[in-house]
């Protein structure tokens, strides 16, 4: 009995197999097309053109081939068309087909291009609204009863997004993409490869509940991976659709984010940012929990690294770079604050580190200032950090702010601890038609001269508490044309002076008891100032010493002249005055150098005349 039945479905099977190899030869061309036609119209909602060949295929697979497939967009005229695709090859349900109907189970489009376009009057091709797969989306579907899709694969395709409002035209060549979605009520999977902007990019995400985008207040797991040389991107964490009209709520994501690059500088430009080229912006991470509300981004126990300084901190990136139009254009902008524990300098200074000669390379008087308007981000940063380090320099705790605008750059510094005093300040940058105007405003409590000269001299003669007030400002193209229009005034006071190399009270007093002797006379010893304080002020590129005073016990000094800003060379004259018991002395002296390396000039013969 049992060998009957066994034989029986051997029998049935070998004859639906029969049938089924026989069922394409059976079926006329003109069915087949209406049929693919038709399930791929009810699927999208638009309509569709089979302008090529078609053939239903047994070996290897039971499927069919069509070409020169065109599915139309929501706009007239083949060029707004959604999709066109040079093949497209489907998977043929074998139960189906033993019913004479033809449903694919899966869809593979080679060499497609497919073009979601919106234009200036704000229409799109891209509306699905009719579509089996949009009512099967829809909210009051029974559950379970999901759209039987399948499996969709695109071989070296072209994918276009043109938006004609805001100026949009982005192309993505040689995608290579997998979409894996059984059902509309099941998860779906993408995976795959394309090039975009030059660059191959690895991407690969996936939707818990695919259904839930299409339902405002519902919310679908997401992962999302994007990997690049530029750029590698990981999301893990939820998505929850947004609805239409004014009230409706916007798009809405939340999870955790890492994003990292090699350089920082070339994924910028590649995202379009134009930063140029540079040796700073290199290595860059961010790790964070991100909350996205619509265009704008809240990045908390945000923890990131720009060229080995390490922060955390928290940011707001508002992204919503444009309005309804080209002329509504709103710059995207970044919010936050960051903590840092070391904050070097040093790359970032090293690239316009000046030189005192104008034929020398890349000489920093003759370089342009940098026009930071042109990134097309605000930017308002305040940061705190335990240290700043320059290859010379090093500051203690310091609180600042970065401001920046479409028109003007502000850099600020609440405090910094420095050299035993703090330093408090700004340097603005404005753009001003063709030209950039600067302005400087700095001011300084009881710094220590000596570690503060030692930062930018050899040997440093002075030593004191240095207490200054500076403000000034300038306007150019180059760093040069800044200098030659600069304007401003300084007041510098030292408190409890000292001048090493020379010590003048005990000169005094040599000239005093008539010991002095020109031939014997070596620089040595110290001399500690009752006062020293100076004026200065700036003018067409130079420096204006006036009010140079210093008093010691038997000696006092005056100092004037100027100094070239552009090349730091010195050209001052000054009169030291000795006063004895019945007599004042006069020596005059020249200063000449740089103002890394002063020369004090005595005209010590004066005396002996």
Not at 325 to 347: C, H, K, M, N, Y
Not at 543 to 560: C, F, I, N, P, Y
Request: aromatic share 6%; proline share 4%; glycine share 10%.
């Amino acid at each position: 009995m049992i060998r009957r039945i066994l034989i029986g479905f051997a029998v049935l099977a070998l004859g639906l197999g029969a049938l089924v190899l026989a069922l394409p030869s059976l079926m006329s061309s003109q069915m087949v097309r209406e049929q693919v036609a038709s399930q791929i119209s009810e699927l999208t909602g638009r309509a569709v053109t089979l302008r090529g060949d078609q053939a239903l295929q047994v070996f290897p697979n039971l499927s069919v081939e069509l070409s020169d497939v065109v599915i139309e967009g929501d706009l007239p005229g083949t060029e707004n068309a959604l999709i066109v695709t040079e093949t497209l090859r489907g998977a043929v349900r074998p139960v189906a087909l033993l019913f004479g109907r033809i449903e694919l189970s899966s869809f593979e489009m080679t060499r497609p291009t497919i073009r979601f376009l919106r234009n200036d009057d704000g229409q799109s091709n891209w509306q699905l609204e009719g579509s089996n797969l949009v009512t099967a989306l829809e909210p009051n579907r029974v559950a379970g009863a999901g759209l039987q899709l399948g499996q969709f694969r695109i071989t070296d395709g072209t994918l276009q997004l043109i938006d004609e409002m805001r100026g949009i035209d982005e192309t993505i060549s040689g995608a290579n993409l997998s979409l894996s979605w059984p059902t509309s009520s099941t998860r779906a999977e993408i995976n795959g490869s394309a090039i975009w902007r030059g660059e191959v990019v690895e991407i690969g995400a996936s939707l818990d509940q695919p259904a839930a985008l299409a339902q405002p207040g519902s919310t679908s797991g997401v992962v999302l991976s994007i990997q690049g040389a530029p750029l590698r991107l990981q999301f893990d964490g939820t998505l929850s659709p947004g609805a239409a009209g004014e009230s409706g709520l916007p798009w809405q994501a939340s999870g955790s984010l890492a994003l990292s690059t090699p350089s920082l500088r070339r994924a910028a430009n590649w995202l379009g940012a134009n930063v140029g080229p540079g040796s700073t912006f290199g290595a860059f991470r961010l790790d964070a929990d991100m909350n996205l509300v619509g265009l704008s981004v809240d990045l908390t126990e945000a923890a990131l690294s720009l060229d080995g300084n390490d922060a955390e901190g928290v940011l707001t990136l508002d992204l919503d770079g444009y309005g309804d139009s080209l002329a509504d254009v709103i710059r995207p902008s970044i919010q936050g604050t960051l903590d840092f524990d070391r904050l070097d300098l040093t790359a970032y200074l090293d690239t316009v580190r000046p030189t005192t000669t104008a034929e020398a390379p890349g000489d920093w008087r003759f370089m342009p200032v940098p026009n930071v308007f042109a990134s097309g981000v605000n930017i308002d940063v305040r940061f705190a950090t335990r240290e700043v380090l320059t290859s010379r320099m090093i500051l203690g705790e310091t609180a600042g702010s970065v401001l920046l605008s479409e028109d003007q750059m502000v850099l600020g510094i609440a405090e910094s601890i420095a050299y035993g005093g703090a330093v408090r300040g700004s340097l603005s940058l404005a753009q001003a038609d063709d030209a950039f105007a600067a302005s400087l405003d700095l001011s300084a409590d009881n710094l220590e001269l000596t570690p503060l000269l030692a930062a930018v001299q050899d040997e440093p003669r002075l030593a004191g508490a240095l207490t200054f007030q500076a403000m000034t400002s300038g306007e150019g193209q180059t760093v040069a044309q800044l200098l030659e229009t600069l304007t401003g005034d300084a007041r510098f006071e030292v408190a409890n002076a000292v001048i090493n190399g020379i010590d003048l009270n005990t000169l005094a007093e040599s000239f005093a008891d008539g010991s002095f002797d020109f031939s014997s006379f070596a620089f040595g010893g110290q001399t500690a100032l009752e006062t020293f304080s100076a004026n200065v002020s700036a003018r067409d590129g130079y420096l204006q010493a006036r009010d140079v005073t210093m008093t010691a016990e038997r000696v006092s000094a005056t100092l004037g002249g100027q100094s070239e800003i552009a090349n730091r060379t010195l050209t001052l004259s000054g009169a030291t005055a000795i006063t004895s018991s019945d007599e004042t002395l006069v020596v005059p002296f020249d200063v000449r150098g740089t103002w890394t390396a002063p020369l004090i000039l005595p005209d010590l013969r004066a005396l002996d005349r």
